[in-house]
């Protein structure tokens, strides 16, 4: 075994496997640990490419002794052993910093603390459409280490959280979307904000003046730190509140897209995806595809006929005339904000889990003109309770996702939405947020 050619990684999820095969196909000698268990899936992958691998350990001799490591996303800088990683001085990188040196595709990288599964996800589905041959990565579908060494995909669409920005270091987007920036994962961030706002803007790091940044005007975070950096790629702003040429704003309910001297319009009515919020996720969108210099009435026929992702608003059905919505994505305040501000009916929200520092003062606004009760879904709600105690008449604590519904449907009347929309992180009660979002469709089949 050549030493020079170890590589170890750690966490053995999709981004971990992917990374394994790749690295193997260019030849590492690889070895995959995971702290907790390996899902039966992921172990059959390991074992049928010879890929060696250990589960509910990390056997510190071994990873200690690769050139590089490849962490998921997942793990935090206080975790032991990146810390002993640090003192030593061996790179740890993410999985998207490692496939991006086997690919020369061209890069679409989105992020953003609220919308930027939407936007990958309808920018991806303009583009397939449009007939372009692009992956779907990140933070969504199937690893992107993986399809590197398995595609050959032109293009690549990438949904980038906070956690991978933050081991990239020589990665570049080709065309760069940050949505907005609100507090969230500041557990991760040494509960500075200006650390997490910092994270986001990696996106735009080694861009060249041939490459584009596409960002929210009207967010005030992201105007503050494009103030404090000097910025190589070509500037497209996106606003509701002000003209924006080159770039995208509203005009008289029509959203108007000028790149490169073309023009595209389209009304807000037309949208497949409605709410304040989704204009500006669907600009972001329409810029990347002009920018990509694709035909208006492909535009127009993907940006409304797009289906949403499950688990982010997402229509569960109607029951004695109450609408049930699942939108258990919604893991921090913003979200929860933006699923609100959408609703035009009286509603009963769902609310609760792992708090991460929530601050709901933005949220007291909106539960006071459209909030009738608030169903807890969660071990510890008394945050939920200080919160909102002066705002609704109604506060109950629940301790399923089944209890939750049941009440909730108890609570409404003909003509009100049940909206599943926590604000919080789902661990103390389930797997994750698809599996709240699972158990609560259940729930609303049964009753």
Not at 50 to 60: A, D, L, Q, S
Not at 79 to 102: D, H, N
Not at 261 to 266: G, S
């Amino acid at each position: 075994m050549k030493s020079n050619k170890n590589i170890a990684i750690l966490g053995a999820g999709e981004s971990g496997v992917g990374a394994a095969y790749l690295a193997k196909l260019q030849g590492y000698d690889v070895f995959v640990s995971d702290f907790g268990t390996i899902a039966d899936k992921y172990k059959k992958q390991l074992s049928d490419w010879n890929i060696r691998f250990e589960e509910n350990k990390h056997t510190e001799e071994i990873i200690l002794s690769a050139i590089e490591v490849i962490k998921s996303p997942g793990i935090p800088e206080k975790a032991p052993i990146i810390k002993k990683l640090r003192e030593k001085q061996i790179p740890v990188i993410s999985e998207i910093e490692f496939a991006g040196r086997y690919t020369d595709a061209k890069i679409v990288g989105i992020t953003g603390s609220n919308g930027k599964t939407t936007t990958t996800s309808l920018t991806y589905h303009i583009l397939k459409n449009a007939g372009l041959n692009v992956g779907l990565a990140g933070n969504i579908g199937n690893s992107f280490a993986y399809q590197v060494a398995t595609e050959q995909f032109d293009t690549y669409v990438l949904e980038l959280s906070s956690f991978m920005l933050d081991d990239m270091y020589r990665f570049k987007t080709d065309i760069a979307v940050l949505l907005n920036i609100t507090p969230d994962h500041l557990d991760r961030y040494d509960y500075k904000f200006e650390n997490y706002a910092a994270s986001k803007f990696r996106i735009t790091q080694n861009q060249t003046a041939n490459d584009y940044f596409i960002y929210c005007a009207d967010d005030p975070e992201t105007i503050k730190v494009m103030a404090e950096r000097k910025l190589e790629a070509q500037l497209l702003p996106f606003s509701i509140q002000k003209k924006e040429d080159p770039g995208a704003y509203l005009n008289n309910d029509q959203i108007i897209i000028n790149v490169h001297q073309q023009h595209f319009q389209m009304s807000i009515s037309e949208l497949a995806l409605q709410g304040k919020h989704n204009i500006y996720n669907s600009m972001a969108s329409g810029i990347v595809a002009k920018v990509l210099e694709l035909r208006n009435p492909v535009m127009r026929d993907s940006m409304s006929n797009f289906k949403n992702i499950e688990h982010r608003l997402e229509s569960v059905g109607k029951i004695s005339g109450i609408s049930f919505i699942n939108d258990s994505k919604a893991t921090n305040v913003n979200s929860t904000w933006y699923a609100l501000e959408s609703m035009t009916s009286d509603v009963i929200l769902i609310l609760g889990g792992v708090d991460k520092g929530n601050d709901y003062s933005m949220l007291k606004d909106l539960v006071r003109q459209k909030v009738k009760a608030i169903v807890c879904l969660g071990k510890d709600n008394k945050r939920i309770h200080d919160a909102f105690e002066n705002d609704v008449d109604i506060i109950v604590n629940t301790y399923s996702a089944q209890e939750a519904a049941q009440v909730s449907y108890h609570l409404a009347e003909k003509g009100d939405t049940v909206l599943l929309s926590p604000a919080c992180a789902s661990f103390d009660l389930f797997k994750n947020y698809e599996d709240r979002g699972n158990q609560f469709k259940q729930a609303v089949k049964e009753l």
